[in-house]
């Protein structure tokens, strides 16, 4: 081995060393992270760290993509199993629910409360789209189905988001209200994750998985994937 090459594994190993201790103070300080916290739980100066992420908020980037990825992951193998539309659209949604439990940190890093001053990069946009994009090929496959009516028109400024979004995904000839209906499950599939995840269910709601996938059935079929 080179001196080179040395020289980058330990880089690299140094890198993931910080991340795993970033990680768990997210556990227990949520995204109120520092870098001297970090180095403090590493036993080094906080300066050793800039070598390696010149700021608390490239470690968070970090720390955000890493996440975005590891629950995309866990979307796609779900999407990749076997089964009909709207079975696969149920197995996406209870790969995000188990892996936002099994994470809860990483989970509340991604959809939590904004972390005070950190805007994230343009990079971390096509990891964080993954689940939806997901959701719309599957239901790009079953585009026959009509889905449940909506009691209301889409409104023409929606729309016209809808219709850019479409665009820049390369789907053009994808209809807007389609979109709509995939964007009604994924905001209501987050939402009632994020319900469970940060204890909004306590004392409300005991059979959690089954109030779940009951709720996501409905949104297969709003969004034109009948399980039945």
């Known amino acids: 081995m080179t001196a080179s090459s040395l020289r ?10 910080i991340k795993a201790v970033a990680r768990a103070r997210l556990a227990t300080d949520g995204a109120n992270l520092s ?3 970090v180095a403090r739980d590493l036993g080094v100066v906080a300066s050793a760290l800039y070598r390696y992420f010149p700021s608390r908020d490239d470690l968070l980037t970090a720390l955000i993509t890493e996440a975005y990825e590891a629950l995309g992951a866990a979307a796609t193998t779900a999407a990749a ?10 197995a996406i949604c209870h790969a995000v629910r188990d892996w936002a439990l099994a994470h809860p940190a990483e989970y509340g890093l991604l959809y939590g409360s904004p972390v005070p001053g950190y805007a994230a990069p343009p990079t ?4 964080a789209a993954t689940v939806i994009m997901l959701l719309v090929g599957i239901v790009l496959e079953a585009d026959d189905q009509p889905g449940l009516p909506l009691p209301v028109p889409l409104p023409a ?6 219709r850019r979004l479409i665009a820049a995904q390369g789907r053009g000839t994808m209809p807007e209200e389609l979109l709509n209906r995939v964007f009604v499950g994924w905001t209501h ?6 319900f469970e995840v940060f204890g909004r ?3 409300m709601v005991d059979a959690r998985r089954d109030y779940f996938e009951h709720h996501m059935t409905l949104m297969a079929g709003l969004a034109g994937l009948p399980l039945t």
């Open 157 to 162: 400024p929606v729309a016209a988001d809808l």
């Open 81 to 90: 199993a076997p089964g009909r539309p709207g079975e696969r659209w149920l």
């Open 124 to 127: 971390t946009i096509a990891p």
């Open 201 to 203: 269910l306590t004392d």
């Open 35 to 37: 870098l001297r916290g």
């Open 189 to 194: 599939l987050f939402g009632l994750v994020s």
């Open 8 to 17: 980058a594994r330990v880089r690299t190993e140094m890198i993931e060393e």
